[in-house]
């Protein structure tokens, strides 16, 4: 929920290095397209099924809600403070998005508050860099003055996309979660990473949008390429993570989904965090090794389906799937610090699983 500021973050992207990957490629697209190795390998690959869904219990099924906004209300809006802000959001969104519900929105539009905030001292004692926040309770976004302009937007699709659940306990936020009974959270990483995407995406042209969680939004980027666009903006405009997993259930089983869900959050808590020194480099590339691999799994199903369906063509899939590994690239700088996530060896895994576990499948149905 909260916007931070960190010089550093700007480069991770263009840190991004896949240098290697021209070399890493062209057995990978080899061992793709002969199906005889995979078959081999595929007849000595167990799939591991002994899974437990603990991390599962966490989610919960978002409540139902229906708001409407009328044109009137619209003109009222003009007459509050910042009022103008929100409703050249509230406009961009409608004509953006048609066809999304803003339910939230208009339900939040009521009674909003937005009001300066220095953050100068909370910063200081807890050693990070806010400049805006949105509190889904009190429904107010409180906001540096210097940072006004261009973090706004991020922090009104925060409140476009969340809701409290008063039969529940739980804060349901985009794609997060917070139980106010365990406090228990979960899916930060994904939404920090999509809210500032959505901000980036619709504003990015007309503001000069702050940036921020660059690599989060670099994943939900890839994760995009594999779910759709509009249905992420609509799971994420409903506060639907339950939506979201469901949809990954067709390329993952649920202890991947999960796992990688956990892994954004560990990025999203860990990777600027200076107050956090036990956390060891290779537990950072642990999980961004966990990221990666889990968005190739699901994008190489995604694509081989469409291969299998004849929508594209062998060379086509060789294509996609290289331009998709060459944006993750194999490692990146940050901070002075290199964190390799992927290999050859690591792609290789991925691939002989993820396609295998497919002929595993097609070789069972025929034997029924
Ligand atoms: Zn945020």
């Known amino acids: 929920m909260e916007i931070v500021k960190h010089d550093i973050v700007e480069n991770i992207i263009s840190n991004i290095d896949n240098k290697d990957l021209l070399t890493i490629l062209k057995p990978i697209i080899i061992i793709y397209i002969s199906a005889k190795t995979i078959q081999f390998i595929a007849n000595n690959y167990k799939i591991q099924k002994d899974y437990t869904l603990t991390n599962m219990t966490l989610v ?9 906004f009328s044109d009137d209300y619209k003109a009222e809006l003009l007459k509050v403070q910042f009022g103008k802000h929100v409703l050249d959001f509230l406009n961009t969104l409608e004509q953006e998005i048609p066809n999304i519900d803003l339910s939230l929105l208009y339900k939040h539009l009521s009674n909003f508050k937005i009001i300066y905030k220095n953050f100068k001292l909370e910063n200081f004692f807890f050693k990070r860099g806010i400049i805006a926040k949105y509190n889904i309770l009190t429904n107010c976004i409180e906001i540096d003055k210097n940072g006004f302009n261009n973090v706004i937007v991020h922090e009104l699709f925060h409140m ?28 930060n990483g ?41 249905l992420m903006e609509k799971m994420y405009l409903q506060a639907d993570l339950l939506g979201l997993i469901e949809e990954l259930k067709i390329y993952e089983n649920i202890e991947n989904i999960m796992n990688f869900i956990s892994a954004m959050d560990f990025i999203e808590k860990y990777l600027t965090n200076k107050n956090n020194i036990y956390i060891k480099k290779s537990m950072i590339s642990e999980k961004l090794t966990i990221i990666n691999q889990f968005l190739i799994s699901c994008y190489v199903q995604k694509i081989k389906r469409e291969l299998d369906n004849q929508v594209i063509s062998v060379k086509e899939f060789n294509e996609l799937f290289y331009n998709y590994l060459k944006e993750l690239g194999t490692s990146i700088y940050f901070d002075g610090n290199k964190y390799t996530y992927l290999d050859v060896e690591k792609i290789k895994n ?11 499948l097609t070789i069972s149905s025929k034997n029924k």
């Open 60 to 68: 919960n099924k978002r409540p139902e809600f229906n708001h409407k």
């Open 160 to 187: 476009a996309s969340s809701f409290y659940c008063q039969d529940d306990n739980i804060v349901y936020s985009g794609f997060s979660q917070f139980s106010k009974k365990t406090k228990k959270d979960i899916g």
């Open 190 to 230: 994904i939404n920090e990473g999509y809210t500032q995407l959505l901000s980036e995406r619709y504003f990015g042209n007309n503001i000069n949008i702050e940036k921020s969680y660059s690599l989060q939004v670099h994943y939900v980027q890839k994760l995009e390429n594999i779910v759709g666009n509009k």
């Open 350 to 360: 991925v691939l002989v699983k993820t396609l295998s576990n497919d002929l595993k």
